[in-house]
T-cell receptor
Framework: DAGVIQSPRHEVTEMGQEVTLRCKPISGHDYLFWYRQTMMRGLELLIYFNNNVPIDDSGMPEDRFSAKMPNASFSTLKIQPSEPRDSAVYFC????????????FGPGTRLTVT | AQSVTQPDIHITVSEGASLELRCNYSYGATPYLFWYVQSPGQGLQLLLKYFSGDTLVQGIKGFEAEFKRSQSSFNLRKPSVHWSDAAEYFCAVGGGSNYKLTFGKGTLLTVNP
């Protein structure tokens, strides 16, 4: 398997623009997680899905952030409108579930909002 | 609520020296414990994990960790550090029905030649 795939790897955008980050989890994994990593706050869980259904979005910073998982092989994290404080590395991870709690991380998307 | 504390933000060791990274957790039931490593510009990679059984677990790259329930600790060790081990290390705890992991703030390891 190719592992968790994220695109784009780097994104530079201007404040106010819409940003869409994409993730393809490992095939067969039932759980998908979106994280944000910054120097100040470390690794934060934003939202996670089980079988394409959002389970816990309490980590989503505000209404400007939204996430969807239309099918088992694709998820998006959207920021609209973007702000400079959204600059961070965004990671997607997937997990098999059942008795396996291990999360497999993608390479991340480095977002810079100017 | 579950939490993880990694007391050391930054550790510097010489190549060939031994290493121990500390991790303390808080969790109400039997925890599942993990150590991940992140190299610059990369995602997190699993080093090792503890679910049950032998409290000393072996991982990749020569790392091991020991689960001590009485101390709520899961410290990571390596007998001889290599320059390629320079990275950031994260401890995480999970369990129960929600499959979430709670990560510590990380420990940055610098290896001097």
């Amino acid at each position: 398997d190719a592992g968790v795939i994220q695109s784009p790897r780097h994104e530079v955008t201007e404040m106010g623009q819409e940003v869409t980050l994409r993730c393809k989890p490992i095939s067969g994994h039932d759980y998908l997680f979106w994280y944000r990593q910054t120097m100040m706050r470390g690794l934060e869980l934003l939202i996670y899905f089980n079988n394409n259904v959002p389970i816990d979005d309490s980590g989503m910073p505000e209404d400007r952030f939204s996430a969807k998982m239309p099918n088992a092989s694709f998820s998006t994290l959207k920021i609209q409108p973007s702000e400079p404080r959204d600059s961070a590395v965004y990671f997607c991870a997937s997990s098999l579930g059942w008795t396996d709690y291990e999360q497999y991380f993608g390479p991340g998307t480095r977002l810079t909002v100017t | 609520a579950q939490s993880v504390t990694q007391p050391d933000i930054h550790i510097t060791v010489s190549e060939g020296a031994s290493l121990e990274l500390r991790c303390n957790y808080s969790y109400g039931a039997t925890p599942y414990l993990f150590w991940y490593v992140q190299s610059p510009g990369q995602g997190l990679q699993l080093l090792l994990k503890y679910f049950s059984g032998d409290t000393l677990v072996q991982g990749i790259k020569g790392f091991e960790a020991e689960f001590k329930r009485s101390q709520s600790s899961f410290n990571l060790r390596k007998p001889s550090v290599h320059w390629s081990d320079a990275a950031e290390y994260f401890c995480a705890v999970g369990g129960g029905s929600n499959y979430k992991l709670t990560f510590g703030k990380g420990t940055l390891l610098t290896v001097n030649p």
